[in-house]
């Protein structure tokens, strides 16, 4: 029997805690196999679209889930009190712009695809 899969969304509402006691809790359920991690609505956490403020809870969720459990997302309109939808994906861009093209197109498209059986898209 399939271990049921769960996705904590919004990369684990970040906006109630200091940084160390999040990432403390999200190492908690990144020791758990069956949960993967939506990076999503940390401009509306944490009111800010800046590469600097963003990059500790990517690069986190990337460092304890690994790239085969993280997949980016938006939370738009919600997150437009940080800036555009444009300004949230130039910093997702330029936060994995380290990681290889495979890592990007998992955390991009692949890994959403997967995680909610969506059909590839054709082209």
């Known amino acids: 029997m399939a271990a049921l899969v769960v996705v904590a969304e919004h990369t684990g509402w970040p906006d109630k805690e200091p940084f ?13 196999p069956n949960v993967h991690c939506k990076l999503s609505g940390l401009g509306m956490a944490l009111r800010t679209m800046a590469v600097e403020e963003l990059r500790p809870y990517v690069e986190s969720c990337l460092d304890l889930f690994g790239v085969d459990r993280c997949f980016f997302g938006s939370n738009f309109p919600v997150d437009g009190v940080a800036g555009t939808y444009a300004d949230l994906l130039a910093a997702y861009q330029e936060i994995s712009a380290p990681l290889t093209e495979a890592e990007r197109r998992a955390l991009f498209s692949a890994n959403a695809r997967r995680r909610y059986r969506l059909a590839p898209v054709s082209r």
């Open 20 to 32: 160390p006691e999040w990432r403390a809790g999200m190492a908690t359920l990144a020791a758990l």
